[in-house]
């Protein structure tokens, strides 16, 4: 089964910290998972969301970019 939230996100982002700190929380709680891909491994990555990131994405649509708001992601994964 693939994760439900994807997280983008780059080395030394504090709000990519902050981002899955509640991202692992919700998961968690709700008894999915998620994925983090680092943007700087691919320049079109970095083009789409150098900007924005963190990005996340549930169920394969963007969710939430800079950051994650607790409820609205869970309410998002429990729906």
């Known amino acids: 089964m693939s994760a439900r939230v994807t997280l983008y996100s780059k080395p030394g982002c504090h709000l990519c910290d902050d981002a899955r700190a509640v991202i692992e929380r919700v998961c968690a709680e ?41 409820a609205r992601l869970r309410a998002a994964l429990t729906r």
Do not use: C, K, M, N
């Open 30 to 70: 709700v008894g999915t998972s998620y994925d983090e891909v680092d943007i700087t491994t691919d320049p079109d990555l970095v083009r789409r969301f150098g900007e924005q990131i963190p990005v996340t994405f549930v169920d394969g649509a963007q969710h939430d970019f800079w950051r994650v708001d607790e």
